[in-house]
């Protein structure tokens, strides 16, 4: 089993599409990531929720992967997500992301099945793969929804090593990082709760918003980890409108990729069903956006 430790801040990728829509667009993605590790960062999620998985084919996601993996070259670890709706489908998407040099995994539970049929599905991608493991707790998605002893209880199977959790509850962020076994991390992956989970000792805080302030995400991360609070908070008074524009938006999706453009990266529209945000969306975001790179 690896002994990577993930660390810093961890963003969760766009994909880049042509004008389109109709393919990914490399170039572009490239762009991306090389804009990320220029600022920094301590790895990259491809093929999350922020970059559209769902609208991604099995074959566009290899695609993603393998070019992240080739564009990221080694400088910072990279860990695609391979959630998929059935069992066989996340173990496939597992072993291509090994085979294409992938650090890690980062895994999704099955929508909406017993807990039962949740451990079983963890059990066999992460049996299916020498790479680390991380659980993605978003039960908003799912449907399925973890407490302390669902996830000591998957933090036994071998190579289930790290956790990010998106359901937005500080009290269980804290509850899971104060009682992780030795040698299993855990990740705040709520935007409005970036600052208190790391504050709250979270390793990493795998971030859609750092596609488009990359370095103020790590300034941030940066200022906690050396207990300058004062510095931290200064950070993210200027990140939090923004932060809470973003999050509070009609499609997190769509204000991710339209802030990602207004800092100028080219990444295309979304697929549809996600549609752009309205002009008047745009001009908040414009000045939000200013704000946070002051």
């Not at 980890?225 to 923004?242: G, H, Y």
Request: charged share 20%.
């Amino acid at each position: 089993m690896s002994d990577l430790i993930l660390k810093g801040i961890l963003p969760a990728l766009v994909t880049p599409f042509t004008a389109d829509a109709e393919s990914v667009d490399e170039t572009a993605l490239r762009a991306v990531v090389a804009h990320v590790i220029d600022a920094g960062v301590g790895g990259v999620i491809p093929c999350g929720s922020t970059g559209q998985y769902g609208a991604l084919s099995a074959d566009e996601r290899r695609q993603v992967v393998e070019i992240v993996v080739d564009a990221a070259d080694g400088a910072v670890p990279v860990v695609p997500h391979t959630g998929a709706t059935t069992t066989k489908a996340a173990v496939a998407l597992t072993e291509q992301a090994q085979r294409a040099g992938a650090s890690a995994v980062m895994v999704t539970p099955p929508a909406h099945v017993s807990w039962d049929s949740v451990v079983a599905h963890f059990t066999a991608v992460a049996g299916s793969t020498d790479l680390p493991v991380m659980l993605y707790h978003i039960p908003e998605t799912t449907g399925v929804t973890f407490d302390e002893d669902n996830v000591a209880e998957l933090a036994e199977i071998p190579n289930v090593r790290y956790m990010k959790d998106s359901s937005g509850d500080i009290t269980f962020v804290t509850e899971l990082i104060e009682r992780a076994p030795e040698g299993f991390q855990v990740f705040n992956g709520a935007d409005s709760l970036t600052f208190a989970g790391l504050a709250a000792g979270a390793q990493a805080s795998v971030w859609g918003m750092a596609n488009f302030i990359p370095h103020q995400a790590v300034a941030l991360y940066d200022a906690i980890t050396a207990t300058d609070l004062v510095k931290a908070r200064e950070i993210w008074s200027k990140i939090w409108p923004v932060t809470r524009l973003v999050d509070t938006s009609d499609d997190y999706v769509a204000a991710v990729r339209a802030a990602t453009e207004i800092v100028g990266l080219q990444v295309g529209p979304a697929r549809l069903p996600v549609r752009p945000p309205s002009a008047e969306f745009l001009v908040e975001l414009t000045s939000a956006l200013a704000i946070a790179r002051s």
